[in-house]
């Protein structure tokens, strides 16, 4: 299932993963870099092409999957990021690091089009088992390695987790794929020229 405009409205629990959103987009933009470091919990993740099931779940030319695993249990978290969510799956599942067996399954809210999405296990005491990595996927109108001109640059996304007790930590950085910013660079580049000889 997919996040998109036409989400009706949303129950308590849902307006509480909207406003979590803000909240931590506020944080990750007010958190010097390292940070994260400091924290008690450590999480360490990834995005890039999107793969496996995750493809019927987020219907988009320009879906990417999210993959992350932390060092501690945590209840929830926010993927945060700095251009424009247009679609999401409304799932996350979490996975065994060994046999892959599946855990928690996490419920996913957020704004579209909007800087994040939030997510939590529909039972307030099941929480994603350290080590788990947990996978996901949003999507967006332009491809997240090419140009943008309403965007700063290529694509960055941050983790913000709440953990059993209902701190949060965070940001942390998502590892974008190799080559991602020299080739929005390069679009950046030809739409600058493009722009230029049309004037």
Known sequence: MTGSEGTSSRGRRGHALAALVAVCALTALALVPGTAAASPISC??????????????????NAIGIAFACSQNVRGFTVVTNRDIDVFGVQAMSFAPQDHAPGVLTSCEGDIPGRGISCAADNAKDLIKAGYF???GIGFDVSPCVY???????????LIVS????????PFPLKAPKGCTKKYRRSEAAATKKAAKSR
């Open 163 to 170: 953990s059993a007790n209902g701190q949060t930590f965070g």
């Open 44 to 61: 360490k993740g990834h995005w890039g092409a999107l793969s496996g099931d995750l493809k019927a779940d987020v219907e988009s030319d």
């Open 134 to 136: 947990v996978r996901s």
């Open 148 to 158: 943008d001109r309403s965007s700063a640059g290529a694509l960055t996304a941050s």
